[in-house]
């Protein structure tokens, strides 16, 4: 059974740092090119990194360039989204997708 299971997220204030995982399970992670994917509210889902299965191709949407970073770990099957400076319109509920696959989001808040 797949599963992709995110956590990490939570309320911090402006100019403040999380970092957001995404566990997976039932699959072959360590082949397969994962993303982070966040939905702010009343708004679509929109990509915002991306990584390859090695981790020597990384794409960032503009809008989190220099301020995010995308890692993987393949012998933990993990996927980390660290997120740094902050701001309010990084509001949204982050999701991990893989081989067609989502989890179940985290919610992350920015606000004072």
């Known amino acids: 059974q797949v599963q992709l299971v995110e956590s990490g997220g939570g309320l911090v204030q402006p100019g403040g740092s999380l970092t957001l995982s995404c566990a997976a399970s039932g699959f072959t992670f360590s082949r397969l090119y994962m993303r982070w994917y966040r939905q702010p509210p009343g708004k679509g889902r929109e990509l915002v990194a991306s990584?390859?299965?090695?981790?020597?191709?990384?794409n960032y949407a503009d809008s989190v360039k220099g301020r995010f970073a995308i890692a993987r770990d393949n012998s933990a099957s993990t996927v980390y989204l660290r997120m740094n400076s902050l701001k309010p319109e990084d509001t949204a509920v982050y999701y991990c997708n893989g081989n067609g696959y989502w989890g179940q989001g985290t919610q992350v808040t920015v606000s004072s």
């Open positions: 990584i390859t299965a090695t981790g020597d191709f990384i």
